[in-house]
């Protein structure tokens, strides 16, 4: 994907590096999210919550459209809120 992201900027096609970039942090959610459900508070590094804050952060200014696996994203997102 970021091969594809690189070409799709080289090409100026920046908005499909847009997508490709948006859709591999999504992924980085998806795979950091069961990070947040751990109960103890040494299994809940504090870098993954900065990098969930962060990413919130952004997503709020700048909203993405409806895609698959947005619930994935969401879930991630109100298990920070839980974990605050």
């Given at each position: 994907m970021t091969l594809?992201?690189?070409k799709a900027l080289r090409g100026a096609?920046?908005?499909?590096a847009v997508e490709?970039?948006?859709i591999?942090?999504?992924g980085a959610?998806?795979?950091?999210?069961?990070f947040l459900t751990e109960r103890s508070k040494l299994r809940r590094d504090p870098v993954y919550l900065k990098v969930f804050?962060?990413?919130k952060?952004?997503?709020?200014?700048?909203?993405?459209a409806s895609q698959d696996g947005d619930d994935v994203v969401d879930r991630a997102?109100?298990?920070?809120?839980?974990?605050?």
């Open positions: 594809a992201s690189l096609n920046t908005t499909g490709l970039l948006e591999k942090l999504d959610l998806v795979s950091l999210a069961p804050r962060s990413v952060a952004y997503r709020k200014e700048f909203p993405r997102f109100s298990l920070l809120d839980e974990n605050q």
